[in-house]
Structure formats: structure tokens, C-alpha cells
């Protein structure tokens, strides 16, 4: 979690962090989500919807870089964002990072190059106050990616059901911020209390064992077929 304030407090102190004192980037929540499912999923291919000014883009980067993911081969970050202040924040912000992401203005060059990922992060690109229109990713994820939602983006959740829910065992996991940050600790800023929501695609227990047990008898009668056609010949 220290990691996650870390990150939380440096952002909410910039430029377009807030509005009227009242916090638009990420939460320390789901930062601190967002660092768990890097070291637990190990995605090789990022899509971010709603760079913002780049709290979430910098949590994966930093994390990324220290585990070891930016040396996989294949590694991406691509981040959807077109708001003309947020890409300068974002080039300023991740100043450290330059040519390690990739900003896009929307989804659609993406799908058209049949682009897929196996996390997507959704900060934007859904029906609130400040996104910029809906962003579509059906197609857009690898089977067994994982999705994590800031906020609660219950249109955006349900969209992603509708294009994904058909694949098995689609488990929605809900978490929720169980402590407010004190607001003092960034000046003239309070925290929102949001949960954060993760979007797992597990395997059915047919895919887990009934198919790989389906496969190892297939080799094996193929070699015993082998072995008694050699002794024939
Ligand atoms: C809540 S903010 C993201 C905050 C960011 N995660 C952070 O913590 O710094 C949402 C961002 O998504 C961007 N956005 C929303 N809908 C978009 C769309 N359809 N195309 C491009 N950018 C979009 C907005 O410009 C805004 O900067």
C-alpha cells in the first residue's frame, strides 16, 4: 500500500488532479489493485482507457519496470486518451517513461489492426460527465484476460459483460475502499471513497481438467498405436 500512496499523493498534488477540491484521478485503491494484478497476471499487453494526467499509466509503468514485465518480449502499454490538456500532462508526467507507452486518440485503429490485450484498465471511454464518448473493446481481449474497473462504471461493466460474458465462468470480484483517505494529507484535496471492480475470466472446470486429461489419453493411445505398428513391421 505504501507504494500506492506514494503514487496517489504525487499525483493528487498536480495539475488537473481536482477540480473544485474534489479528486478526478484514480483512487490509492485502486492503485494499490492495480499493483496487485501486474504481479499476480504478469499481462504482457496493456490497454488503458482514460490516461487522464497518467496515475494509473505510471502505476504500470513503475511497477512493470520493477518486476521485470518491461523486459518481456511483446510487453505494450497503449492508452487511449484525447483531451488536448490531459496528453500534455501525460507527456510532462511520465517524462521518465517517454517512448515506453502508447497514446491513441480511441479504440479504433486498435480493432481495425485486430490489436488484442490481456489487461485492460477502464478509467474513460464509458457515459460519465467528463468521458468522451464510448470506447469499444468487444474483440479486444485475449481469452483469460483480466479487466480492472476504477470506479463503479456500471454502464461500462455491463457493456463488458454483453461482449464477454458468452465465455465461461465470467466472474465479476467487487472490492471496496474499506478506509477514506484523511484529505489533509494532500492540501485542499479530498478522496473519494470508490470501490474498484476486477473482471476475471476463470476457467471451467472442464477446460482445467477434463481436456488436458482428453488430450494426455489422445497421446498416449497415438504412441501406443506407434509402438504396436514398429513391432508389426
Ligand atoms: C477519470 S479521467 C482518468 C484519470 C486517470 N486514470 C488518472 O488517474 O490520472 C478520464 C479520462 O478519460 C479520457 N477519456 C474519456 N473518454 C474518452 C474517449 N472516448 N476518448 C479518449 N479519451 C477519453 C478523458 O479525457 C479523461 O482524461
Redesign the pocket.
Known amino acids: 500500500m505504501k507504494e500506492a500512496r506514494r503514487i496517489w499523493q504525487r499525483?493528487a498534488a498536480l495539475p488537473g488532479?481536482s477540480l473544485d477540491g474534489v479528486v478526478?484521478?484514480?483512487s490509492e485503491h485502486a492503485i494499490a489493485g492495480l499493483i496487485e494484478v501486474l504481479g499476480r497476471y504478469r499481462p504482457r499487453r496493456i490497454l488503458?482507457?482514460?490516461?487522464?494526467?497518467?496515475?494509473?499509466?505510471y502505476t504500470i509503468l513503475c511497477t512493470a519496470r520493477r518486476n521485470g514485465l518491461t523486459a518481456v518480449p511483446g510487453f505494450s502499454l497503449v492508452t487511449?486518451?484525447?483531451?488536448p490538456f490531459?496528453l500534455e500532462q501525460l507527456s510532462k508526467n511520465l517524462a521518465d517513461f517517454d517512448g515506453a507507452y502508447r497514446v491513441v486518440?480511441?479504440t479504433e485503429e486498435l480493432r481495425a489492426r485486430g490489436e488484442t490485450f490481456d489487461l485492460l484498465?477502464v478509467?474513460?471511454?464509458?457515459d460519465?460527465g467528463?468521458?468522451?464518448?464510448?470506447?469499444d473493446v468487444s474483440g479486444s481481449l485475449e481469452t483469460g484476460a483480466v479487466v480492472l474497473v476504477?470506479g463503479g462504471r456500471i454502464f461500462q461493466r455491463r457493456l463488458l459483460e454483453e461482449w464477454y460474458g458468452h465465455r465461461p465462468h465470467l466472474t465479476f470480484k467487487s472490492q471496496s475502499l474499506k478506509k477514506t483517505l484523511r484529505s489533509q494529507e494532500v492540501e485542499g484535496v479530498a478522496c473519494e471513497n470508490k470501490p474498484y471492480h476486477l473482471l476475471v475470466f476463470e476457467p471451467s472446470l472442464r477446460d482445467r481438467w477434463v481436456y488436458p486429461a482428453v488430450r494426455r489419453i489422445n497421446r498416449t493411445s497415438i504412441r501406443i498405436q506407434r509402438l504396436l505398428s514398429r513391432g508389426k513391421g
Open positions: 499525483f488532479a478526478g484521478i484514480a488503458e482507457l482514460g490516461g487522464g494526467i497518467g496515475t494509473l499509466t487511449v486518451e484525447s483531451h490531459c486518440p480511441n484498465v478509467d474513460g471511454g464509458g460519465l467528463n468521458d468522451l464518448g464510448i470506447q476504477e
